[in-house]
Nanobody, 122 residues
Framework: QVQLVESGGGLVQAGGSLRLSCAASGRTFSIYPMGWFRQAPGKEREFVAAISWSTGITSYANSVKGRFTISRDNAKNMVYLQMNSLLPEDTAVYYC???????????????WGQGTQVTVSS
């Protein structure tokens, strides 16, 4: 079992930066691929970024590539999402997720945090 708690969301102007954190508990955290997803009002939850458990290989949605960076610290049971050059369309609730069943996608992530709101003003 893995419990996930996100933090670091808030209100920021367009062009600004935020760093989201995800604190994980559970002894098996370090072996799971981890990801960030987001959901804007009236829209479906979408993939943002993912990181493998051992090699640190990352992947990103095209909409955030070059602006967002995902990282993890297995010793601290933490996953981060550094968000730079934020745009109003990045406004959403951001969720941290763990994928025990393989590479990250919305169907393989069995563990989810409660989400943290990110609002980008124009």
């Amino acid at each position: 079992q893995v419990q996930l708690v996100e933090s670091g969301g808030g209100l920021v102007q367009a062009g600004g930066s935020l760093r989201l954190s995800c604190a994980a508990s559970g002894r098996t955290f370090s072996i799971y691929p981890m990801g960030w997803f987001r959901q804007a009002p009236g829209k479906e939850r979408e993939f943002v970024a993912a990181i493998s458990w051992s090699t640190g290989i990352t992947s990103y949605a095209n909409s955030v590539k070059g602006r967002f960076t995902i990282s993890r610290d297995n010793a601290k049971n933490m996953v981060y999402l550094q968000m730079n050059s934020l745009l109003p369309e990045d406004t959403a609730v951001y969720y941290c997720a763990a994928s025990p069943r393989g590479p990250v996608n919305i169907r393989t992530c069995d563990y989810w945090g409660q989400g943290t709101q990110v609002t980008v003003s124009s």
